[in-house]
């Protein structure tokens, strides 16, 4: 079963890596974004240099995880190869499974250059042991976005899961306080973001690399939007048989 | 012993009914053929014999159990449509991914050189011909050994030999002892393989007959010609329908000799004959269509 996961793993990658572009443009975007907003502006202070990297990072796992997943696997069901692995006899876990491992994979690859531009081009700074952590909360923050992503790439055809993964990344980006550094958004983002999914994430990665209060509802409330997530994920792909007609 | 079977299946997609009350059976070591033109609901049927779709109503089973049980896929073979092979994915990768989803797996050289691929291995699935696709979709059917496989269109498109070639190794697998369900919407290629057809149209199974039989009920032939005349005032016998454009009439029949010595014998003017097959979609169209007056 695990090794049937890994063949499907292998797959996927072998797949996306022939078309180095797609993980050239993946890794891209939030590099990007850390070369023209934090390192210019904070990129000085030790303190906020560390908090928007965090936040950059919780950036990178939502976009990844969101788009990977919500567009890549609406994209995959409409070819018509898909239907044709639902017919070899393996149960829906090794197909699941194979595409969680090579998420992490991409997700990897995209954080890696966030990580690196933070070390050598900004004062940001964090201890061995928070750094594991923060790489440990990235593993468990990345869940509800994965999960989200699935929902959104099984429930809808691509042109719509392209819609509405695009509709939802900016708010829930700016909504969940990812734009602006801690306590410094505007009044009704700060009492709504604990609440969000990006704002739970990203009080996760706070509380990890500086001196953030860990906050309990907030924490209450990522767990519930992965309970909700992994919910509908579940749901959609039960209801999913590919394509519609043919 | 009944090896996949469909009993009265209904499949619908939001108001279009693609299946509707259907039930097919196929018995153990039987080579069948599905034909129909395109929309009868041939893939959907198939879709739900081998576990990826699942019916609205009505019940579908693969070698005694649920198709949607993995389980019941074990002895499963099915070609993938093979414009949806993974265009960066070379010959050997395909062949070894599918192939690890089976306990007893045929030899990826032995499976490669049965159908003629083995200088292929290296190559993206993406760069192949379309003929080197359909050899490579068929061989994908019969990776994992199976004991049914269900083959769509496997020699469409393919040069005499490939098609001879693939004919036989599907017949060996036939001699075998293996189950077969082939689905084309060619009679020529139903023809060269099964003794049974099961003609679906418009999601109802129209005949379940010998090859012999569905030839006279598809084989319809298309006779054009001009003639002065309105050739609705006689009355022919097996005439399916009559199209007139300006001048030209075209009168469909299954039996078109018989119909120009009608023609023949009741002194009807005309002039520039033509006789041609028509395709299964006209055939269909023209008997369907005939149905409704």
Redesign the interface.
Same mark, same amino acid.
């Given at each position: 079963m695990t090794a049937l996961a890994l063949i499907h793993a292998r797959f996927q990658i072998t797949e996306i890596f022939r078309i180095p572009i797609a993980v050239v443009g993946s890794a891209f975007w939030p590099a990007a974004s850390m070369l023209a907003f934090v390192v210019p502006f904070v990129g000085d202070e030790p303190v906020y240099a560390t908090y928007a990297t965090a936040s950059m990072i919780t950036f990178a796992v939502m976009n990844t995880n969101l788009f990977q997943y919500g567009i890549g696997v609406s994209e995959d069901r409409a070819q018509p190869w898909d239907p044709y692995v639902r017919t070899l006899p393996a149960g829906t876990a090794p197909r699941f499974a194979g595409r969680i491992l090579t998420g992490l994979l991409m997700m990897a690859v995209s954080l890696i250059p966030v990580a690196l531009i933070a070390a050598l081009f900004t004062e940001a700074s964090v201890t061995p042991v928070a750094f594991l952590l923060a790489v440990a909360v990235c593993a468990v923050i990345s869940i509800p976005f994965i999960l989200m992503g699935l929902s959104i790439g099984y429930a809808l055809p691509s042109k719509a899961a392209l819609v509405v993964a695009q509709i939802l990344f900016l708010p829930l980006a700016f909504g969940g306080g990812l734009m602006t550094p801690p306590g410094g958004a505007p009044g009704f983002v700060e009492n709504l973001a604990p609440y969000l999914p990006t704002g739970g994430a990203v009080r996760l990665m706070w509380a990890a690399v500086g001196d953030f209060p860990f906050d309990t509802g907030s924490m209450l409330a990522l767990v519930a939007w992965t309970t909700l997530f992994g919910a509908l994920a579940i749901w959609s792909y039960r209801r999913d048989e590919g394509r519609r007609f043919g | 012993m009944i090896h996949a079977r469909a009993e009265s299946v209904t499949r619908r #997609?939001?108001a279009?009914i693609?299946l509707d009350h259907v039930d097919f059976e196929v018995r153990r070591g039987e080579m069948v053929g599905l034909l129909g033109p395109n929309g009868a609901g041939k893939?959907?049927l198939v879709?739900l014999l081998?576990?990826?779709?699942?019916p609205t109503s009505g019940r579908v089973e693969l070698c005694g159990g649920d198709p949607r049980d993995?389980?019941s896929?074990?002895t499963?073979g099915?070609t993938?449509?093979e414009?949806?092979?993974?265009a960066?994915?070379r010959v050997g990768?395909v062949v070894d991914?599918?192939r690890?989803? #089976?306990p007893d797996p045929l030899p990826r050289d032995e499976l490669l050189d049965r159908f003629g691929l083995s200088d292929l291995i290296r190559r993206?699935t993406g760069g192949l011909s379309g003929g080197q696709r359909r050899r490579l979709a068929v061989a994908l059917a019969f990776a994992?050994r199976p004991e049914i496989v269900f083959l769509d269109e496997p020699t469409t498109g393919l040069d005499v030999e490939a098609r001879r070639a693939l004919w036989e190794s599907i017949r060996e697998f036939h001699a075998g002892g293996g189950t077969v369900v082939l689905t084309s919407h060619y009679l020529e290629e139903i023809e060269a393989l099964a003794s049974r057809v099961v003609v679906l149209a418009q999601g109802r199974v129209l005949a379940d007959d010998s090859v012999a039989a569905v030839r006279g009920l598809v084989g319809i032939r298309r006779i054009s010609l001009t003639s002065a005349v309105p050739l609705t005032d006689f009355d022919f016998d097996g005439l399916v329908s009559v199209e007139r454009a300006g001048d030209r009439v075209h009168l469909l029949t299954p039996d078109a000799d018989r119909m120009v010595r009608t023609l023949v014998s009741h002194d009807v003017p005309f002039c520039d004959l033509e006789v041609r097959p028509t395709s299964l979609e006209e055939a269909f169209l023209a008997m369907t269509g005939k149905d409704a007056q």
């Open positions: - | #997609f939001g279009t693609a893939s959907t879709g081998t576990g990826s779709r699942r993995p389980a896929r074990r499963l099915v993938p449509q414009t949806g092979l993974p960066s994915l990768e991914f599918v690890a989803h #089976f993206q994992g």
